[in-house]
C-alpha cells in the first residue's frame, strides 16, 4: 500500500511538472509570436496612414492579450525578452505616429495648393475634389476660358513644374466639358474659345521647361 501511495505521488508530481512545462512553453511560444510580429512591422515598407496604424495596432494587441494569459509562466530570460519587445514596439508607435503626422501635413499643404490654384483659375469652390466642371454651360463657357487663359497668362511666371501639372489637368477637365456641350455653343463662341486654347498651348510650351530650369537654378544654390 505505501509503494502505491509513493507511485501516485510520483505519478501527479511529473504531471504537475509537465503541466508547467507545457505553461511555460506555451508562454514562451506566444513571446515569439510577439516579438516576431514586432520584427515583421519592422522590416515591411511602411505605409504611414492613420488606417494601417490601427491594423498594425490590433495585430499587436491582439498577439500582447494572448501573451499576457500566460506571462505568470514566464521565465525570466522570456520575461526579459517581453519587455523588450513591449519597448520596441513603444519606441515603433511613436516614430509611426510622428510620420503619419508629417504625412497628414504634407498631404493637408498639397491639398490647399490645389484647391488655391484651383479658385484663382475658376470661380471660388467650383471645381472641389472630383475635378468637375457641371457648373459650364454654353452660355458661361467663353468667358471660363478667357478668365482660366488670362490668369495663366499673368502668374506664368510664378508657376511651379507641379503647378503646370495641375493647370494640364485643370484644362483637360474644362475641354472634357466643352466637348459635352459642344452642340449647344454659338459659333462665334466655338471661334473664341480656339483662339484661347491655341493661346493657353504657346504659354504653357513656352514656360512649363522654363519653371524646371528654374527649380534646377534653385535646388544647386
Known amino acids: 500500500m505505501k509503494n502505491i501511495s509513493i507511485l501516485v505521488s510520483y505519478a501527479l508530481l511529473i504531471s504537475v511538472l509537465a503541466s508547467c512545462n507545457n505553461a511555460s512553453q506555451t508562454a514562451k511560444k506566444d513571446v515569439e509570436n510577439l516579438s516576431q510580429y514586432v520584427d ?9 496612414t492613420a488606417s494601417n496604424w490601427e491594423s498594425i495596432d490590433a495585430g499587436y494587441q491582439s498577439r500582447l492579450a494572448e501573451m499576457q ?3 505568470a509562466e514566464l521565465k525570466e530570460e522570456d520575461k526579459a525578452k517581453a519587455e523588450e519587445t513591449k519597448s520596441q514596439y513603444e519606441t515603433l508607435k511613436v516614430a509611426y505616429k ?4 508629417d504625412a497628414e501635413e ?11 490654384l484651383r479658385n484663382s483659375l475658376f470661380e471660388e469652390g467650383k471645381v472641389g475634389d472630383e475635378i468637375q466642371f457641371n457648373f459650364v454651360n454654353a452660355k458661361n463657357i467663353h468667358s471660363v476660358y478667357e478668365i482660366f487663359v488670362k490668369t495663366v497668362d499673368n502668374k506664368k511666371d510664378n508657376y511651379t513644374r507641379e503647378d503646370w501639372d495641375e493647370i494640364k489637368v485643370l484644362y483637360e477637365g474644362l475641354d472634357t466639358r466643352k466637348n459635352e456641350i459642344e ?3 454659338a459659333s462665334s463662341d466655338n471661334m473664341k474659345i480656339a483662339k484661347l486654347k491655341l493661346k493657353f498651348a504657346t504659354i504653357r ?3 512649363r521647361g522654363g519653371a524646371k530650369v528654374k527649380e534646377n537654378e534653385e535646388a544647386k544654390k
Do not use: G, H, Q
Not at 515583421?40 to 504611414?48: H, I, Q, R
Open 40 to 48: 515583421s512591422v519592422n522590416k515591411v515598407a511602411p505605409e504611414y
Open 69 to 71: 494569459i500566460t506571462e
Open 98 to 101: 510622428e510620420k503619419i503626422k
Open 106 to 116: 504634407k498631404r493637408s499643404k498639397a491639398n490647399n495648393y490645389r484647391y488655391i
Open 183 to 185: 452642340k449647344d455653343l
Open 205 to 207: 510650351a513656352l514656360n
